[in-house]
């Protein structure tokens, strides 16, 4: 399937000095990690961790951005921005900005558009919420915000978006999916982006689990066959953890 992609989340933790300590300490993992490895740090500390990760294969997100080149948008950061500062990936459609701050499938979207058009790889965030699940439609859900947020998107751009299945239930919350459960919903997104192009781009595309992955259940989870990375929350803000997730992704 898709590329192996771990990614850490690193939410709003960690002030400059901090993240350059565990950038260090994460950094010798792009040396031997069999799968690409990418750290989504707050605004504050994107320079710090380019500066402290240069010369690795470790990639930096940033936690999102904004759909318009520049304009007055005070509080919010653009993808130009992102990309004159040398930054590769960054988060789109995360729940949190979607419970908390208002975030759509069409803003969702929109933001998407601009982070291609700028060059940058999208990890877009999908899922469901408890009650959506408990209803049983968490497959209509996804297949929903996925195909919102891919409006307009070429085959070929394709290659540049990585979608992470992240059900809201199990984010911070210490419930984490079944394997089984996982390996389900990451296969139907796989399912809807063959619908919406061809086998080709569903086959290469990276689809990753976000949902209390952790050092102790990364193995099992990443071991489906269709979870091709994780995530990944509080474990990527203690390397060691961090690191055993890296290193179970094979």
């Given at each position: 399937?898709?590329?192996?992609?771990?990614?850490?989340n690193?939410?709003?933790?960690?002030?400059?000095?901090?993240?350059?300590?565990?950038?260090?300490?994460?950094?010798?993992?792009?040396?031997?990690a069999?799968c690409?490895v990418?750290l989504?740090?707050?605004f504050?500390?994107?320079?710090t961790?380019?500066?402290?990760?240069?010369?690795?294969?470790?990639?930096?997100?940033?936690?999102?951005c904004?759909w318009a080149?520049?304009?007055?948008?005070?509080?919010e950061i653009?993808?130009?921005?992102?990309?004159?500062?040398?930054?590769?990936?960054?988060?789109?459609?995360?729940?949190?900005?979607?419970?908390?701050?208002?975030?759509?499938?069409?803003?969702?979207n929109?933001?998407?558009?601009?982070a291609?058009?700028?060059?940058?790889?999208?990890?877009?965030?999908?899922?469901?919420?408890?009650?959506q699940r408990?209803q049983?439609?968490?497959?209509?859900?996804?297949?929903l915000?996925?195909?919102?947020?891919?409006?307009?998107?070429?085959?070929?751009?394709?290659?540049?978006?990585?979608i992470?299945?992240?059900p809201?239930?199990?984010?911070?919350?210490?419930?984490?999916?079944?394997?089984?459960q996982?390996?389900?919903?990451?296969?139907?997104?796989?399912?809807?982006?063959?619908?919406?192009?061809?086998?080709?781009?569903?086959?290469?595309?990276?689809?990753q689990?976000?949902?209390?992955m952790?050092?102790?259940?990364?193995?099992?989870?990443?071991a489906?066959?269709?979870?091709?990375g994780?995530?990944?929350?509080?474990?990527?803000?203690?390397?060691?953890?961090f690191?055993?997730?890296?290193?179970?992704a094979?």
């Amino acid at each position: 399937m898709g590329k192996y992609v771990i990614a850490g989340n690193w939410k709003m933790n960690k002030p400059p000095a901090e993240a350059k300590a565990l950038s260090e300490d994460i950094k010798p993992l792009g040396a031997g990690a069999a799968c690409d490895v990418v750290l989504g740090v707050p605004f504050v500390d994107l320079q710090t961790a380019l500066d402290a990760t240069a010369g690795t294969k470790i990639g930096v997100a940033a936690q999102n951005c904004h759909w318009a080149a520049s304009g007055a948008f005070t509080g919010e950061i653009s993808a130009p921005m992102l990309k004159a500062m040398g930054v590769g990936y960054v988060i789109i459609g995360h729940s949190e900005r979607r419970q908390y701050f208002g975030e759509t499938d069409e803003t969702v979207n929109k933001r998407v558009r601009a982070a291609l058009d700028n060059g940058l790889t999208v990890i877009l965030c999908v899922g469901e919420y408890l009650e959506q699940r408990e209803q049983g439609i968490t497959e209509e859900v996804v297949a929903l915000q996925t195909k919102v947020a891919l409006c307009g998107v070429s085959a070929e751009e394709m290659s540049r978006v990585i979608i992470a299945y992240e059900p809201v239930w199990a984010i911070g919350t210490g419930r984490t999916a079944t394997a089984a459960q996982a390996n389900e919903v990451c296969a139907a997104i796989r399912n809807v982006v063959k619908g919406l192009y061809n086998a080709d781009v569903a086959t290469a595309l990276t689809v990753q689990y976000g949902g209390s992955m952790n050092a102790g259940n990364a193995a099992e989870l990443l071991a489906q066959s269709d979870v091709d990375g994780g995530l990944i929350g509080g474990a990527s803000l203690k390397a060691p953890d961090f690191a055993t997730i890296v290193a179970a992704a094979k």
